[in-house]
Structure formats: structure tokens, C-alpha cells
């Protein structure tokens, strides 16, 4: 069976990243290079980020600067966010398309909530009270998780409006793509 990546890849890498590394500025190959989940994480965004026609400078992609939001492929995601905005009051119309703030908001969001939702990540033992404390972060982030779904959605659309796909075959091939199993490689670490 063919395996594909979506942009929905791009989000998921870049957050994984970010919770291994939370300092972007000190992305790169050399910073990581004595950490192969950190550099693996990496090389694979780069080469999506090439794959998918987009800056491999990842503040660009944080700030949303890839973004031309006067660009056609954006016509349906304007439409969809004009349709879906459920604000009751406005207090005018701002000329000109902010999609790139818009997305550079959202992903401030989206890579708080990666803080909140790794919280519990490093109990290993713990009390009773603890315990119970870790058990009721654990519930809550559940919920999050349920919800956060058609949020990265919107994201990911935002990040490939046309909805493209690519072959993991293409992407090792035109775009130096690691194809691994990255759970091996974390098991590794821990």
C-alpha cells in the first residue's frame, strides 16, 4: 500500500520538534546532530517544506510569511473563514487578506497547547497525590486532544490549501525525505 504526506505532516513533525526542542532559533542540523530523534524530526520538515513549495527557514513558517493570502489557491480557505466566523459583532473591515497573521496566531495557539498537553510527560513514579494529580492532567488532555483535531485541520489547510499529497516514494526520492520509524528511534533515547 502506497503511503502518503499531507501538510497535516508538516504540522505534526513541527510540533513533535518543538516539544523535543522548544528553542526554533537553534534549529538545525549541527544543533542537533549528537540527537538523532531532534535531527531526524528535522531533516524530515525540511524536506516537506521543500516538498510542499514552502520557506525551509522555520521562522518563516511560524510567522506565516509563505503565506500570500491575495494568492487563488486561497479563495476557498477565504471563503470558508468568512463563512465559519461566528463573530456577532465587527468593528469593520480591514482591507486586505491577513491569512499569514491569522495562521501565525492560531500556530502561537496550537504550539501553547503542545506545552499544556506534554505536561505529564516527565512522571514516571509518583505518589498518590500525584498520582491523582497526573490522572486528572491526564483526563483534561484527553478532552483537548478530541477537540484539537479539526484545529490542526484548519491549519494543515492553511499550510496546503490545494490539498496536495505526496507519495513517501517521491519524497525519499526528490526530496531526501527519512523514511524511518520514529518510535524505534525515540525508544532509542529514552
Known amino acids: 500500500m502506497k503511503r502518503y504526506v499531507t501538510s497535516k505532516d508538516i504540522l505534526r513533525i513541527f510540533l513533535e520538534l518543538l516539544s523535543l526542542s522548544n528553542n526554533i532559533d537553534e534549529w ?59 463573530t456577532k459583532y465587527t468593528v469593520g473591515n480591514i482591507i486586505g487578506d491577513d491569512i499569514d497573521m491569522a495562521f501565525a496566531y492560531m500556530l502561537e495557539y496550537r504550539m501553547k497547547l503542545n506545552t499544556v498537553l506534554s505536561h505529564n510527560q516527565q512522571i514516571l513514579l509518583a505518589s498518590h497525590s500525584m498520582r491523582y494529580a497526573f490522572f486528572q492532567i491526564n483526563m483534561l488532555d484527553r478532552k483537548i486532544k478530541e477537540s484539537i483535531e479539526k ?26 525525505y527519512i523514511d524511518v520509524d520514529m518510535s524505534e528511534i525515540d525508544f532509542k533515547y529514552m
Open 28 to 86: 538545525s542540523v549541527e544543533e542537533f546532530k549528537d540527537n538523532e530523534p531532534r535531527l531526524l524530526r528535522y531533516q524530515q520538515l525540511i524536506a516537506l517544506f521543500k516538498a510542499f513549495k514552502l520557506p525551509t527557514d522555520v521562522k518563516s513558517f511560524v510567522n506565516g510569511s509563505f503565506i500570500d493570502g491575495t494568492n487563488e489557491k486561497y479563495v476557498k480557505t477565504r471563503a470558508y473563514m468568512m463563512q465559519n466566523n461566528h
Open 151 to 176: 484545529y490542526d485541520a484548519f491549519l494543515a489547510r492553511i499550510i496546503a490549501p490545494e490539498n496536495e499529497n505526496i507519495s513517501i516514494e517521491e519524497m525519499v526520492q526528490s526530496f531526501a
